[in-house]
Nanobody, 115 residues
């Protein structure tokens, strides 16, 4: 069974940067949609950024201007570069990759922004 493997989370000081990666463990065909969703403590999940197979990118208000989503479709990998991080960015970050016959979620990567 194909899984998504996330990496890159951790503890960072305010103003710092992190890059999250998410890779499918097996073949899933051509991804249609790739996204990052986060869940802050005690709050609901919110969409951070997404990118379609056509390269159309969407950024949620929470990290607009401070995040960049990118992909390596040949490797079924999606990235999230996060800059100028704030304590309110503390959350579990989940990746989502949708492909024909697949709607996959990563296990979650904890990002903690604290001094």
């Amino acid at each position: 069974q194909v899984q998504l493997v996330e990496s890159g989370g951790g503890l960072v000081q305010p103003g710092g940067s992190l890059r999250l990666s998410c890779t499918a463990s097996g073949s899933i065909g051509d991804p249609i949609y790739m996204a990052w969703v986060r869940q802050p403590p005690g709050k609901q999940r919110e969409l951070v950024a997404s990118i379609t197979s056509a390269g159309i990118v969407y950024y949620g208000d929470s990290m607009k201007g401070r995040s960049t989503i990118s992909r390596d479709t040949a490797k079924n990998t999606v990235f999230l570069q996060m800059d100028s991080l704030k304590p309110e960015d503390t959350a579990v970050y989940y990746c989502n990759i949708q492909a024909p016959g697949h709607n996959l979620w990563g296990q979650g990567a904890q990002v903690t922004v604290s001094s």
